[in-house]
């Protein structure tokens, strides 16, 4: 490996395959877990229970459902996505929704009764009263996004399912360090294994300093 | 005489307690009414209903006139007309200038007005060097001070204050019942619900006061009437103390 380019290439890959799945992920996650968390309906429990199994859900899976879909053969097979990024970001993207709803469901429920009330008593509309309640739980909406960015950030089976770890296309951090210890290249494993360690606490040190920020 | 809050057979049950029973009363333009009685006996889910936050299993609420429940389209907008101090008072994890700023925004006003109103409103509470501080990190009693401020900013008709000055300290007591008192006297056709459990405060600021028990309403009459002769021989009894509980 060329240290130079490739290993820069194959980190900012990993960076947007994971950062973008994190993204999408809690842009579906948060919303979802605020409304199953501030809604009362029927077989809430069951759906949160539902929610809370998927974080087990193995990645492997979810590379295999994406590859399922996007194959040659499979129902979205004309859109020639499988095997690049983008077949990455979906199965990842899977894997961090869950994670991020449940989390989410339980920071929500977790904000104080009184918070609702004391909103919707200065006259908050619905809608008003749960960004209200959702700004009040930021530590753990943050705390959900960290979650899912760890997880996928340290994903190999979907992302070397789905993406191929081809050279200078799919190639990310996880699946480089796979190639290079079958091939015996220990060390450079170890190196590589030492990128995405900093990687992963670089950007987990942004988001705590994020949630650490006061409120003001 | 306006009525302004009327509550007719109203009753809310929680599982299998009946927090609320078959309650009438109202409460007319321009007075300070009180709810008074034992813990638990049903005064905040009481408030709570009078300002729309829940709905009754049962009878019916009006405000100006009008009957409605937390369900009813507008209720939000009437809400606007009132303000509320919960029995456990709760600040926004933001600052103090934004938790004032809060009901204001909510009303659309614009910010010019909202910084002059915030201001001298801070100024008045002496927390204006504080402003930017997150509310957080205020004293039990300047919260109680701040949550006041913030029901009150908006100058609304109705004031409910559910155990407003419980847990604080002489002083703290001394200082918010002022601050109700101002409030009152700046508009003489303000409406003020005060629940408490501490009949000297009851005695000190309502003009009419009711003793709830059990969910029920026991006895309704005029201050003077409450303390000196009741109908009621509870109402008799908790005046003196001798009601246990």
Known sequence: MVINSELLDVTLLSLYVS??????????????????????FGGKSVVKTLTYTLYGFPPVLAGLFIYYLFSRSGIFGFMGILFTPTAMILAETLLVIPLVTGITITSVSEVDRSVKDTVRSMGATHRQSVLTVMKE????????????????????????????????????????????????????????????????????????????KEML | MTVKISLEGVSRRYKDVDAVRDVSLSVNEGEVFGVLGPSGAGKSTLLRLMDLLESPDRGSVSVNGKQMDASSIGAYETRKTFGMVLQRPMVLNRSVWNNL?????????????????????????????????????????????????????????????????????????????????????????????????????????????????????????????FFSSPDDPRTSAFVKGELVY
């Not at chain 1, 993204?23 to 809604?39: D, T």
């Not at chain 2, 408490?196 to 009459?221: P, S, V, Y």
């Open chain 1, 137 to 212: 739980a930021w530590v753990g909406l943050v705390m959900a996004a960290m979650i899912g960015f760890g997880r996928v950030i340290a994903e190999v089976g979907a992302a070397y399912l789905v993406g191929g770890n081809i050279r200078g296309e799919t190639r990310v951090l996880t699946t480089a360090i796979m190639l290079e210890t079958r091939m015996g290249n220990f060390a450079w494993a170890m190196a590589l294994g030492g990128v995405l360690l900093a990687v992963a606490l670089s950007v987990f040190l942004f988001l705590r300093l994020l949630q650490e």
């Open chain 1, 19 to 40: 950062g973008v799945a994190t993204i999408i992920g809690s842009a579906i996650g948060i919303p979802l877990g605020a409304l199953i968390g501030l809604s009362e």
């Open chain 2, 101 to 225: 700023c809060y009901p204001l925004r909510l009303r659309g006003w614009e910010e010019d007005r909202i910084e002059e109103k915030v201001g001298s409103e801070l100024h008045k509470l002496g927390l204006h060097d504080r402003r930017g501080k997150n509310a957080r990190t205020l004293s039990g009693g300047e919260t109680q001070r701040l949550c006041f401020s913030r029901a009150t900013i908006h100058n609304p008709q109705i004031l409910l204050l559910d155990e407003f000055a419980a847990n604080l300290d002489p002083a703290n007591v001394v200082l918010l019942e002022g601050q109700v008192a101002g409030f009152i006297e700046e508009d003489a056709s303000r409406t003020v619900v005060i629940v408490t459990h501490n009949m000297f405060q009851a005695k000190r600021m309502c003009d009419r006061i009711a003793l709830m028990w059990n969910g029920e309403i026991i006895e309704t009459a005029d201050k003077d009437k």
